[in-house]
């Protein structure tokens, strides 16, 4: 069993930047891929950003490609996003997320291709 963590969210202005930490405790995830997604009040949630077990590979979704950049650090078992010039649309709850190797297959833009989640971290970015 995975536990995963997140912190870091808050209320802040619209151009300022974030950055969201995810700890995973329980057993190792040093293997597993790690993605981050969010969920608006009345929407569905969101694919945001996933990255390899190796770190090396990375992928976004188009709303946020070149202002958010996904990390890893497999000493601390850690994940982090770090979220640059902040919209009012990114306004959500951030959820971090596990795949372990196997799980759903190849596929990782969907919240079913994860099997591990944290409790989320609120967002708030005011105009």
């Known amino acids: 069993q995975v536990q995963l963590v997140e912190s870091g969210g808050g209320l802040v202005q619209a151009g300022d930047s974030l950055r969201l930490s995810c700890a995973a405790s329980g057993r190792t995830f040093s293997n597993y891929r790690m993605g981050w997604f969010r969920q608006a009040p009345g929407k569905e949630r969101e694919f945001v950003a996933t990255i390899s077990w190796s770190g090396d590979s990375t992928y976004y979704s188009d709303s946020v490609k070149g202002r958010f950049t996904i990390s890893r650090v497999h000493a601390n078992n850690s994940v982090y996003l770090q979220m640059n010039r902040l919209k009012p649309e990114d306004t959500a709850v951030y959820y971090c997320?596990?795949?372990?190797?196997?799980?759903?297959?190849?596929?990782?833009?969907?919240?079913?291709?994860?099997?591990?989640w944290g409790q989320g971290t609120q967002v708030t970015v005011s105009s």
């Open positions: 997320a596990a795949k372990p190797p196997g799980y759903s297959g190849i596929f990782y833009v969907k919240a079913y291709d994860y099997a591990y």
